[in-house]
């Protein structure tokens, strides 16, 4: 785990709760990354567990959507994953085995008429030789290594539309990140489509909460029933700090963030799914605040029967859904109608056009309407300015490079924007209303208070000061360019 002898030993000693938030949270994240960092290290962190010796709790972070794939409520109780944890990194490593293993023969037909001293060298040799050719509308060996490598270039690949030998034709549109002569590309998209769920991110996070549990189980002597209790904590969206340490503080452009500055500074014009539905939205320091308040119950409560509190355990384990859209709904529509006001209120320095904040409806409509609104400009001036005008293009200059990242985003956000979930949060409720009148102050999660008008206005400008690096003494000149 990285952690040097000495650090050990003190954690060993004096370490007393452990909060488990480490994970990788991006959605298009590779399937060998995501279950390297969501799965297998929750089994590394239980065997750390294992060595503290003054341990009274455990807190494992999850997501309100590891279980997306159900249409009906989702309640604070253990469903069954998509695969065991042993499995699915057991599949994986094999098939990264695999491809690795499976030898791919160099391709010595281009040097077939050289002459010289190494000609008896190349046609005896058992490593490379002139190859027959049975799929002719596949990659040649050499080609096929540069894939797995994901040096394939676009002449040999996708909009090519060339069926010469050696040329790889699929049908136009399919994305090269997605190689289908990579077995775990292949992999994640079986899994992804039989598990029914939109991204490695809560696939890996739906097996991670039952490998937790499976890792658990096997120390009853240590784990739960009475002994060293465990929680498992899920948040819906995070957003912006609702009071703490800054209002509206965020930093980096996780979860709506991106999508948010996107539609403010005009760089995106809509969004694809529906205004009307719920936007599960919960501050960062909400959670943290929760996440305080779970640890202080396990170690003050947890240990108690189940019997004992009206905080109840599935498989002896406490589950927390934190959410928002159950007792404080917020939709989406109310999101992009305060972007929309504000973006012409408070115009940011970093305006690309004039902010447009809407929602179109996911599929055919809004292909369409991002090719014409969205592809066709950033093409277009991608094309005058390198081609006509000389100009060099770097970094937020290059207009093709920032609509396939706006893409890629709304891609990745669209299930989140076209549907909606129920989601029980009954322990969640429970536990706020055993904290004391001061604790309730202090560590406040209660998601009724929060004024989401003012929350969203707080969000969208802390977006653009801390996130952006967008500051107030900005807004004059950013006023005028508006104007113009």
Same mark, same amino acid.
């Given at each position: 785990?990285g952690i040097t002898?000495?650090?050990?030993?003190?954690?060993?000693?004096?370490?007393?709760?452990?909060?488990?938030s480490?994970?990788?949270?991006?959605?298009s994240?590779?399937?060998?990354? +995501?279950?390297?960092?969501?799965?297998?290290?929750?089994g590394?962190?239980?065997?750390?567990?294992?060595?503290?010796?003054?341990?009274? +709790?455990i807190? #494992?972070?999850?997501?309100?959507y590891?279980?997306?794939?159900?249409?009906?409520t !989702?309640?604070?109780?253990?469903?069954?994953?998509?695969?065991?944890?042993s499995?699915?990194?057991?599949a994986?490593e094999?098939?990264?085995?695999?491809e690795e293993?499976?030898?791919?023969?160099?391709?010595?037909?281009?040097?077939?008429?050289?002459?010289?001293?190494?000609e008896?060298?190349?046609?005896?040799?058992?490593?490379?030789?002139?190859?027959?050719r049975?799929?002719?509308?596949?990659?040649?060996?050499?080609?096929?290594?540069?894939?797995?490598?994901?040096?394939l270039?676009?002449q040999?690949?996708?909009?090519?539309?060339?069926?010469?030998?050696?040329?790889?034709?699929r049908?136009?549109?399919?994305?090269l990140?997605?190689?289908?002569?990579?077995?775990?590309?292949?992999?994640?998209?079986?899994a992804?489509?039989?598990?029914?769920?939109?991204?490695?991110?809560t696939?890996?996070?739906?097996i991670?909460?039952?490998?937790?549990?499976?890792?658990?189980?096997?120390?009853?002597?240590?784990?739960l029933?009475?002994r060293?209790?465990?929680?498992?904590?899920?948040?819906?969206?995070v957003?912006?700090?609702?009071?703490?340490?800054?209002?509206?503080?965020v930093?980096?452009?996780?979860g709506?963030?991106?999508? !948010?500055?996107?539609?403010?500074?005009?760089?995106?014009?809509?969004m694809?799914?529906?205004g009307?539905?719920?936007a599960?939205?919960?501050?960062?320091?909400?959670v943290?605040?929760?996440?305080?308040?779970v640890?202080?119950?396990?170690?003050?409560?947890?240990?108690?029967?189940a019997?004992e509190?009206?905080?109840?355990?599935?498989?002896?384990?406490?589950?927390f859904?934190?959410?928002?859209?159950?007792?404080?709904?917020?939709?989406? #529509?109310?999101?992009?109608?305060?972007i +929309?006001?504000?973006?012409?209120?408070?115009p940011?320095?970093?305006?690309?056009?004039?902010?447009?904040?809407?929602?179109?409806g +996911?599929?055919?409509?809004?292909d369409?309407?991002?090719?014409i609104?969205?592809?066709?400009?950033?093409?277009?001036?991608?094309?005058?300015k390198?081609?006509?005008?000389?100009?060099?293009?770097?970094?937020?200059s290059?207009?093709?490079?920032v609509?396939k990242?706006?893409?890629?985003?709304?891609?990745?956000?669209?299930?989140?924007?076209?549907?909606?979930?129920?989601?029980c949060?009954?322990?969640?409720?429970?536990?706020?209303?055993?904290?004391?009148?001061?604790?309730?102050?202090?560590?406040?999660?209660d998601?009724?208070?929060?004024?989401w008008?003012?929350?969203?206005?707080?969000?969208?400008i802390?977006s653009?000061?801390?996130?952006?690096?967008?500051?107030?003494?900005?807004?004059?000149?950013?006023?005028r360019?508006?104007?113009?």
């Amino acid at each position: 785990m990285g952690i040097t002898p000495e650090d050990l030993e003190i954690l060993v000693r004096e370490c007393t709760i452990v909060f488990n938030s480490a994970a990788t949270i991006r959605f298009s994240e590779p399937i060998n990354n +995501a279950v390297r960092n969501n799965i297998y290290s929750v089994g590394q962190l239980v065997e750390f567990c294992n060595q503290l010796d003054n341990l009274e +709790a455990i807190v #494992h972070l999850s997501t309100a959507y590891s279980h997306c794939h159900k249409k009906d409520t !989702i309640y604070e109780v253990f469903y069954k994953p998509p695969m065991s944890g042993s499995e699915v990194q057991a599949a994986v490593e094999s098939l990264t085995k695999i491809e690795e293993e499976i030898h791919i023969y160099p391709d010595s037909s281009e040097r077939r008429f050289q002459r010289d001293e190494t000609e008896e060298s190349i046609c005896t040799s058992r490593d490379s030789c002139e190859q027959q050719r049975f799929y002719f509308d596949g990659l040649t060996s050499s080609e096929l290594r540069n894939s797995r490598n994901g040096n394939l270039d676009k002449q040999t690949s996708i909009g090519a539309g060339e069926n010469q030998r050696g040329k790889i034709t699929r049908p136009a549109g399919t994305s090269l990140k997605k190689n289908p002569y990579n077995l775990l590309d292949c992999f994640t998209t079986i899994a992804l489509r039989y598990s029914n769920r939109p991204n490695t991110y809560t696939f890996t996070k739906a097996i991670s909460e039952s490998y937790l549990l499976d890792c658990v189980k096997r120390r009853t002597d240590r784990y739960l029933n009475g002994r060293i209790p465990v929680a498992i904590v899920r948040p819906s969206i995070v957003g912006g700090a609702w009071r703490e340490p800054l209002v509206g503080l965020v930093d980096n452009l996780n979860g709506p963030t991106g999508a !948010i500055l996107s539609l403010y500074t005009g760089a995106l014009q809509a969004m694809p799914g529906r205004g009307d539905m719920k936007a599960d939205l919960v501050p960062v320091d909400m959670v943290t605040n929760m996440i305080v308040s779970v640890g202080w119950f396990l170690v003050n409560q947890g240990k108690s029967s189940a019997e004992e509190s009206n905080i109840r355990t599935d498989e002896g384990v406490y589950l927390f859904n934190f959410v928002s859209g159950h007792r404080n709904p917020l939709f989406w #529509h109310q999101v992009t109608d305060k972007i +929309a006001e504000l973006s012409y209120k408070f115009p940011s320095r970093f305006m690309v056009r004039l902010p447009g904040s809407y929602f179109v409806g +996911a599929g055919k409509l809004y292909d369409f309407y991002d090719l014409i609104v969205q592809k066709f400009p950033a093409y277009a001036i991608h094309f005058i300015k390198r081609r006509l005008l000389s100009q060099r293009i770097d970094g937020r200059s290059n207009s093709v490079k920032v609509y396939k990242k706006i893409k890629q985003m709304t891609d990745t956000l669209t299930p989140f924007t076209s549907n909606q979930w129920s989601l029980c949060d009954s322990n969640t409720h429970s536990l706020f209303e055993k904290l004391s009148p001061i604790d309730k102050s202090i560590f406040h999660f209660d998601v009724k208070s929060i004024d989401w008008n003012e929350y969203i206005r707080n969000y969208i400008i802390g977006s653009r000061i801390y996130t952006l690096r967008d500051d107030t003494q900005n807004l004059r000149a950013a006023v005028r360019s508006l104007k113009r």
